[in-house]
Antibody
Framework: QVQLQESGPGLVKPSETLSLTCTVS????????WSWIRQPPGKGLEWVGN???????NYNPTLKSRVTISVDTSVNQFSLKLNSVTAADTAVYYC?????????????WGQGTTVTVSS | DIQMTQSPSSLSASVGDRVSITCRTS??????LNWYQQKPGKAPKLLIY???SLQSGVPSRFSGSGSGTDFTLTISSLQPEDFATYYC????????FGGGTRVEIK
């Protein structure tokens, strides 16, 4: 079955760019939709953005000016870039597969990766 | 954005109890409502989609109901492995999550 694995630096300096990758195994990245979700320490879940199989993206309006999600189908990976980070971007970042058959929901999640923004 | 309010924010219950968690949205979302379970240090797990459809592999003691602005997740007989935090999430417009309900052991 499909499995997801996040990877990337665990520590990012303020004002720099956070870069994470999600590797998809057990299925083709071109066949589904994909999401990034984050969770600050001790807090709830926040949707970051989506990548559709057409290549179109959709971002959380509160992050839209700083976020880019892209895909590399040759290696079955999709990526998240968040620029100009501050301490408020410290969180566990999850990638997830989304299904959109009349309804949109996230049925497979990666284990998450912790990113700390600190100098 | 559609605001989502879960209640209660936490509850204490015993094994075998019937537990209900409510999610209210700031505008009608038909049945574009999903429920997730999250255990400490783990990723969320999809339980219910489209307000009342049980995700494959999820025990039948979990059920969802509601439409419009008011939704409920019910656990018919709480089991030890069900102690966790539960989140609702709407997909009617820009995705948003509820604040979560923590289910603790009484």
């Amino acid at each position: 079955q499909v499995q997801l694995q996040e990877s990337g630096p665990g520590l990012v300096k303020p004002s720099e760019t956070l870069s994470l990758t999600c590797t998809v195994s057990g299925g083709s990245i071109s066949s589904h939709y994909w999401s990034w979700i984050r969770q600050p320490p001790g807090k709830g879940l926040e949707w970051v953005g989506n990548l559709y199989n057409s290549g179109r993206t959709n971002y959380n309006p509160t992050l839209k000016s700083r976020v880019t999600i892209s895909v590399d189908t040759s290696v079955n990976q999709f990526s998240l870039k968040l620029n100009s980070v501050t301490a408020a971007d410290t969180a566990v970042y999850y990638c997830a597969r989304a299904l959109w058959i009349d309804y949109y929901y996230m049925d497979v999640w990666g284990q998450g990766t912790t990113v700390t923004v600190s100098s | 954005d559609i605001q989502m309010t879960q209640s209660p924010s936490s509850l204490s219950a015993s094994v075998g109890d019937r537990v209900s968690i409510t999610c209210r949205t700031s505008q009608s979302i038909a049945t574009y409502l999903n429920w997730y379970q999250q255990k400490p240090g783990k990723a969320p797990k999809l339980l219910i989609y489209a307000a009342s459809s049980l995700q494959s592999g999820v025990p039948s003691r979990f059920s969802g109901s509601g439409s419009g602005t008011d939704f409920t997740l019910t656990i018919s007989s709480l089991q030890p492995e069900d102690f966790a935090t539960y989140y609702c999430q709407q997909s009617y417009s820009t995705l948003t999550f509820g604040g979560g309900t923590r289910v603790e052991i009484k």
